[in-house]
């Protein structure tokens, strides 16, 4: 059974930063690229940052490109997300998932296991 947890959300002022965890259970991340969406009340989930398998290349959203970072430790079988320099806009439930190995890092439907997300909320 493959468990996707995220953990570090939190309500931060706008300039903040934070540093989410994915913690993952039941497969290698070393085996599969890994992507962060986020999902505001009323919107659709929107991709936020990939990161592939073997680490080497990662993508991100126009929005977060320069702020946010991805990264994983494969030995803790966990992805991060650093955010910085957080705006309001930026507020949302934030979800790591499982990519299933074919296709884009940045549609939603091309992964197979997610976590429950964390909510990050940026007051200005």
């Known amino acids: 059974q493959v468990l996707v947890v995220e953990s570090g959300g939190g309500s931060v002022q706008a300039g903040a930063s934070l540093r989410l965890s994915c913690s993952v259970s039941?497969?290698?991340?070393?085996?599969?690229?890994m992507g962060w969406f986020r999902q505001a009340p009323d919107s659709q989930r929107e991709f936020v940052s990939s990161?592939?398998?073997?680490?080497?290349?990662?993508e991100y959203a126009a929005s977060v490109k320069g702020r946010f970072t991805i990264s994983k430790d494969d030995a803790r079988n966990t992805v991060y997300l650093q955010m910085s320099s957080l705006k309001p806009e930026d507020t949302a439930r934030y979800y790591c998932?499982?990519?299933?190995?074919?296709?884009?890092?940045?549609?939603?439907?091309?992964?197979?296991?997610w976590g429950q997300g964390t909510q990050v909320t940026v007051s200005s």
């Open positions: 990161i592939t398998f073997s680490g080497g290349t990662t």
């Open positions: 039941g497969l290698s991340i070393i085996d599969y690229a």
């Open positions: 998932a499982v990519h299933g190995g074919r296709g884009s890092f940045d549609s939603p439907a091309l992964y197979n296991y």
